[in-house]
């Protein structure tokens, strides 16, 4: 249950800023129009501008804090598209290939245009807490499915960018040298998704107890518990793709904890709630002349201690839930960063970006 002002201000959507700003201030020094006289001086510029990009998303990803709030979001999007769109510029203007052939250079122009347009349509944007908890929870359900469904395509589109440069490499007697095991930015990225709609519905379950919203409450406990089921399933299956498995576990460590909220308060909720309407009906009967007779006073006394009893006992035990759940907050970002430390390197050297046939 987060405080969408003070909490959004270090939620550093980790993966996600990696989708969104791993362009930023990165423009690489070698891109300079010239002849190559061999396709390995060719790659060696390029490699390094590519691998250079890549070593940049995952420096970012561990070090950067979100300093913003999630109404800046826009903006900052719009700066990122503008960036890109230079650098496409550039690699339009001073890019001319080899022998002729841009294909490589066009594929990586396509793949920076995927980023522009996951940018726009808000695939990438891991930021707006506030705002998808401001929504219906059919909303919110249909926003997630579209993130997730806009992320998978960005990935996709990735991967397509991997073929296209193999089959550059190829033209030329040459090998792509794609790295082993699974790609950890994919890896992250959908291990950051999880947490995300944890959080969107811990924020929006925030909301509904604010405004004493019984249904609500109830709808959304119902959801996280559904959202807990498939991060349970999915977790299973990402278990071997890493021996590292600390960022896996983390995820289920933290679904059981905000699953686990319905036990520990839902039925002091519902207490609290009851004693509220029961108030509330008795302050509308209080204009009455029965009000003021000294059994009514009781009766109206007796349920203002019955609120302030059970309120005080069901935002106890909140209080200390969230105090918990604040705790596993920052162990997960901990053990995200620490994860992309150990386990996501980026060689940048020509001689590991391709190998002669």
Known sequence: MKNSTSKNSTKNNLVFKVGLLFFIGFLPANLHSQNYRTINAYLEDFGKNEMFIKKAMMDYTVTIVESQLDSRSEATAARIIDKINNINTVLKRTDKGFEGNTKLRDSFIKMNELTILSLGNGSLILNDYDYQSSLSLPEIGENLAKKEAGMMAYYKGL??????????????????????????????????????KLNVMDEKLTKVITSMDKKGFDDCMNMIALMHQEILAKTATYKNYFKDNSLNQANIEYANLINHQSKQFSALYNDYIIAYETLQQLKKSSNTEAADTTESIAVYNESVRDYNIKKNLFYAVLNDVQKTKDVMYDKWLVVNATFLKNNGSFDYLHDTYAVND
Request: charged fraction near 25%.
């Open 159 to 196: 991967q397509n960018y991997d073929q296209e440069k193999k089959a550059f490499f190829s033209n030329f007697k040459l090998h792509f040298k794609k790295p082993i095991g699974k790609n950890i930015l994919e890896y992250n990225a959908f291990q950051n998704i999880m947490f995300y």
